[in-house]
């Protein structure tokens, strides 16, 4: 006869997350608040200048907005403890900020060449762009080093 047991979980739960103030006080937990404030200067920078090249400037707006908005959401579902239901919480969070991390790379290196494009037209967009991909980068190493705290955590 089988048995009506549980199957044993195939990855490790993930270790007491912290609630409150001190969640955001935590590693790799501390990284979802730069993770969504330069994120949103990517995008805020990117929807302020001149479309120079609209392949460009809709990648890197597609994936800064992306990103934040399901940052966003694993924030949200560690602040309400939606984590505990699952028990692969920890691989999920680990593969979401590494393949954000290699698609904000992508991203800030298509804002680079679209800085690049914009120093012949505009120095104000020029100075904008500039910003955004010194942004774009940031939160690039930010999702990285989230992704990596999270597996190792």
């Known amino acids: 006869m089988a048995s009506r047991d549980a199957p044993p979980p195939t990855s490790y739960a993930p270790p007491d997350v912290p609630s ?3 969640l955001l ?15 949103f200067w990517v995008w805020t920078l ?10 460009l400037h809709g990648w890197v707006l597609y994936v800064s907005l ?4 399901i940052s966003l959401l694993f924030l949200m579902s560690y602040l309400f403890g ?17 393949t954000t991390g290699i698609l904000y790379m992508s991203a800030a290196v298509l804002q680079v060449h679209a ?23 940031v939160t690039t190493l930010l999702y990285i080093m989230h992704a990596f705290s999270i597996y190792y955590h």
């Open 82 to 98: 939606f984590y505990k239901r699952f028990e692969s919480w920890r691989v999920l969070d680990s593969l979401y900020h590494g």
């Open 20 to 22: 409150g103030v001190a």
């Open 115 to 137: 800085t690049i494009i914009s120093e012949k037209e505009d120095l104000k967009h020029y100075y904008i762009n500039t910003a955004a991909s010194f942004f774009a980068f």
């Open 25 to 39: 006080l935590t590693i790799p937990f501390a990284f979802f608040l730069p993770e969504l404030i330069f994120g």
């Open 46 to 55: 990117v929807a302020a200048t001149q479309v120079a090249n609209p392949l």
């Open 66 to 69: 992306t990103s934040f908005l």
